[in-house]
C-alpha cells in the first residue's frame, strides 16, 4: 500500500489492506504465467488456515493475534548439520523471487498468486540431508494463545505435512515469505510457508516452525482426520475424485463458469516423471 | 389480550412480523450481491446462506406444534403454513443457485452429483419432496385431498429434515459443530413427537371444523 492512500483510507479498511510492507530486492518472474492473478484483496480474505477458525473469513478475522517474531526454524533429523533458522537469517538465505504459481483447493477453487520466496531446496542443501533422509516433515506453530482455531480439536494439532524427498528438493517447491512484493499477511501464513503448486492447497503448510528429515513416510494431519479422503501425495488429478466430491473442474476465484482441472495442476511437464510407474488412484 | 387466545387482529399482526422476518436473509443476500459484498467466492456463499436458513426456517416449523403442545397456544399453528412457505422458498433458492450459478445447466456433471456424491443423493430428493408439500398447502387442495390424507402427505417433512441435515452433515470437510446442532435439535423435535405418539396423546387425524394448517 502507498503511504499517502494508505494513511487516507487506514481510518476505514480492514488492517489486512494496510499490513503490507515491501519486501526488499525481488527478483521478478520470468516466467510469465498467461493466467490473471487473483487480486490481493481476495488472497487475503478468503482463506483455509483452521488454526485461526475453520470459516473461510475467519483467518482474515482472527490472525492477527499471531506474533511473526521472533521466530525460527528448527531443522533436524536426518541431516548432517542440524540447525535452528533464525527468521532473518532465513530471509536473507537465498536470493528471493516472485513465483506466480496456481494454488488449487481440495475443494475445488483455486486462485493465482505471485509468491515471493525461494526454492526449499537452498535450506535443504544447507543442512546436508543424509542418505536416509527419505521424507521431509513440516511442522507448524501450536500456541492456542495465538491460534484461537487451535482450541478446538478440528484437526490434530500441531499442523504436520509432508513431502518425499525428491519432491523437497524440486525447484517448484517453495519456501514463500511474501506475496505481491508484500510480507507474507498473517493469514497466509506468516512469517514462512511452504507452497506446492502441483499440490492441493492444504499440502503447503504454513507458519512452520520445524522441518524434520525422516526415513518413513510420516503422517500429516488430514491423513489422520481422513485416511480415506487425504492421501499422502494429494496431486492435484482430475481423474482421482475426492469420495464426496468431483475433481475434474474447478472455480478459479472471480470467475463464473468452472474450469477444467488440469493434471498436476498444470505443472505435469515438469513434475510428472516424479511419479513415473506409480498408480496415483492408490497413492492419491 | 392474553397470550393463549390474542384476537385475530394481533394474530394478523404477528403474521406480518413473522413474514418480514424470514424475508431479513434473503434481502440480506440481495443488498449483498448488490453492492458486490458476497467475498471472494459469492457462488459458495449464495449456496451456504441459503442452505443454512432453508434448514433453520424448517427446524422452526417444526417447532410450532411441540410448543403447541407445552403452551396451548392453538394460534400458534396459524404460523405454520407461512413457515412451510418459506422453507420451500430458501429451499427453491438453493437448489436454484446450484442449477444456475454453480453448475450453469452442465446436466452431465449434475446428474453425476445425483448418483455419485452423497450429500446431493440424499439432498436433491429431500428437495424434491418439498414440492409435493408446497403445492398442497393451500385451502383447496387440503378439501380435495381430505384432512387424513393431507396430513399422511405432510409427514414426508420429516423425511426432509432428516434428509437436509444429512446432506449438510455430509457435505463438511472437517468442522462438524453446525452439522451437529441441527443434528440435536432435530432429534429433540422428533423425540417429542415420538413421545407423545406412544404415549398416545397424538392429535386426532381428522381435523376439527374450522381447522387451519
Same mark, same amino acid.
Given at each position: 500500500m502507498k503511504l499517502a492512500t494508505g494513511a487516507a483510507l487506514s481510518g476505514f479498511l480492514p488492517d489486512w489492506v494496510l499490513a503490507g510492507e515491501q519486501l526488499a530486492n525481488v527478483k521478478k518472474s520470468t516466467e510469465a504465467l498467461s493466467d490473471k492473478l487473483t487480486p490481493l484483496k481476495d488472497i487475503t480474505a478468503y482463506n483455509n488456515f483452521y488454526e485461526f477458525g475453520t470459516?473461510?473469513?475467519?483467518?482474515?478475522?482472527?490472525?492477527?493475534?499471531?506474533?511473526?517474531?521472533?521466530?525460527?526454524?528448527?531443522?533436524?533429523?536426518? %541431516?548432517?548439520?542440524?540447525?535452528?533458522?533464525?527468521?532473518?537469517?532465513?530471509?536473507?538465505?537465498?536470493?528471493?523471487?516472485?513465483?506466480?504459481y496456481r494454488l488449487r483447493c481440495v475443494e475445488a477453487w483455486s486462485m493465482v498468486i505471485p509468491w515471493v520466496g525461494y526454492s526449499l531446496a537452498e535450506l535443504l542443501k544447507r543442512v546436508e540431508p543424509t542418505g536416509k533422509a527419505?521424507?521431509?516433515?513440516?511442522?507448524?506453530?501450536?500456541?492456542?494463545?495465538?491460534?484461537?482455531?487451535?482450541?478446538?480439536?478440528?484437526?490434530?494439532?500441531?499442523?504436520?505435512?509432508?513431502?518425499?524427498?525428491?519432491?523437497?528438493m524440486h525447484p517448484l517447491t517453495l519456501l514463500a515469505a511474501?506475496?505481491?512484493?508484500?510480507?507474507?499477511?498473517?493469514?497466509?501464513?506468516?512469517?514462512?510457508?511452504?507452497?506446492?503448486?502441483?499440490?492441493?492447497g492444504y499440502k503447503s503448510a504454513k507458519?512452520?516452525?520445524?522441518?524434520?528429515? %525422516?526415513?518413513?513416510?510420516?503422517?500429516?494431519?488430514?491423513?489422520?482426520?481422513?485416511?480415506?479422503?487425504?492421501?499422502f501425495y494429494s496431486n492435484v488429478n482430475p481423474a482421482v475424485d475426492h469420495p464426496r466430491w468431483t475433481q475434474a473442474k474447478e472455480r478459479r476465484i472471480g470467475e463464473f463458469l468452472k474450469r477444467p482441472t488440469l493434471p498436476f495442476n498444470g505443472y505435469a511437464d515438469q513434475v510428472a516423471q516424479l511419479y513415473s510407474g506409480m498408480d496415483l488412484t492408490k497413492n492419491f | 389480550?392474553?397470550?393463549?387466545?390474542?384476537?385475530?387482529?394481533?394474530?394478523?399482526?404477528?403474521?406480518?412480523?413473522?413474514?418480514?422476518?424470514?424475508?431479513?436473509?434473503?434481502?440480506n443476500l440481495g443488498i449483498s450481491a448488490y453492492i458486490d459484498n458476497l467475498g471472494a467466492n459469492p457462488i459458495e456463499k449464495l449456496t451456504r446462506s441459503t442452505g443454512f436458513w432453508t434448514l433453520t426456517l424448517l427446524l422452526i416449523s417444526l417447532t410450532v406444534s411441540p410448543l403447541r403442545r407445552l403452551t396451548g397456544w392453538n394460534w400458534l399453528m396459524r404460523l405454520r403454513r407461512m413457515l412451510g412457505l418459506f422453507?420451500?422458498?430458501?429451499?427453491?433458492?438453493?437448489?436454484?443457485?446450484?442449477?444456475?450459478?454453480?453448475?450453469?445447466?452442465?446436466?452431465?456433471?449434475?446428474?453425476?452429483?445425483?448418483?455419485?456424491?452423497?450429500?446431493?443423493?440424499?439432498?436433491?430428493?429431500a428437495f424434491m419432496l418439498l414440492i409435493?408439500?408446497?403445492?398442497?398447502s393451500n385451502n383447496r387442495m387440503i378439501k380435495l385431498l381430505g384432512g387424513k390424507r393431507w396430513l399422511l402427505?405432510?409427514?414426508?417433512?420429516?423425511?426432509?429434515?432428516?434428509?437436509?441435515? %444429512?446432506?449438510?452433515?455430509?457435505?463438511?470437510?472437517?468442522?462438524?459443530?453446525?452439522?451437529?446442532?441441527?443434528?440435536?435439535?432435530?432429534?429433540?423435535?422428533?423425540?417429542?413427537?415420538?413421545?407423545?405418539?406412544?404415549?398416545?396423546?397424538?392429535?386426532?387425524l381428522i381435523p376439527r371444523k374450522g381447522w387451519q394448517p
Open positions: 470459516s473461510k473469513e475467519d483467518p482474515a478475522q482472527n490472525a492477527g493475534s499471531l506474533k511473526t517474531r521472533p521466530w525460527t526454524i528448527t531443522v533436524e533429523g536426518e %541431516v548432517n548439520k542440524p540447525r535452528v533458522f533464525d527468521i532473518e537469517e532465513l530471509l536473507k538465505l537465498a536470493p528471493m523471487e516472485e513465483r506466480v527419505k521424507f521431509v516433515e513440516f511442522v507448524s506453530l501450536e500456541d492456542p494463545k495465538q491460534m484461537p482455531g487451535q482450541k478446538s480439536a478440528t484437526l490434530d494439532w500441531p499442523y504436520r505435512e509432508g513431502l518425499r524427498i525428491d519432491e523437497a511474501g506475496l505481491y512484493g508484500e510480507v507474507l499477511p498473517k493469514q497466509n501464513g506468516a512469517p514462512i510457508r511452504l507452497v506446492v503448486p502441483w499440490k492441493y507458519s512452520i516452525v520445524k522441518i524434520r528429515l %525422516v526415513e518413513k513416510q510420516p503422517v500429516t494431519s488430514w491423513m489422520k482426520a481422513g485416511p480415506n479422503e487425504y492421501g | 389480550m392474553s397470550l393463549k387466545k390474542p384476537d385475530n387482529k394481533i394474530i394478523a399482526w404477528i403474521k406480518i412480523a413473522v413474514f418480514l422476518l424470514a424475508l431479513i436473509p434473503v434481502l422453507v420451500f422458498f430458501y429451499a427453491s433458492l438453493h437448489f436454484l443457485t446450484y442449477l444456475l450459478l454453480d453448475q450453469f445447466f452442465a446436466w452431465a456433471s449434475i446428474v453425476n452429483d445425483i448418483v455419485k456424491r452423497p450429500y446431493i443423493t440424499v439432498g436433491f430428493p409435493p408439500l408446497a403445492v398442497t402427505l405432510h409427514r414426508l417433512v420429516y423425511l426432509c429434515a432428516v434428509g437436509g441435515v %444429512v446432506h449438510y452433515w455430509w457435505l463438511v470437510k472437517k468442522d462438524l459443530s453446525n452439522p451437529l446442532t441441527f443434528a440435536l435439535l432435530l432429534s429433540l423435535l422428533l423425540g417429542f413427537r415420538l413421545i407423545y405418539w406412544l404415549r398416545g396423546l397424538n392429535i386426532p
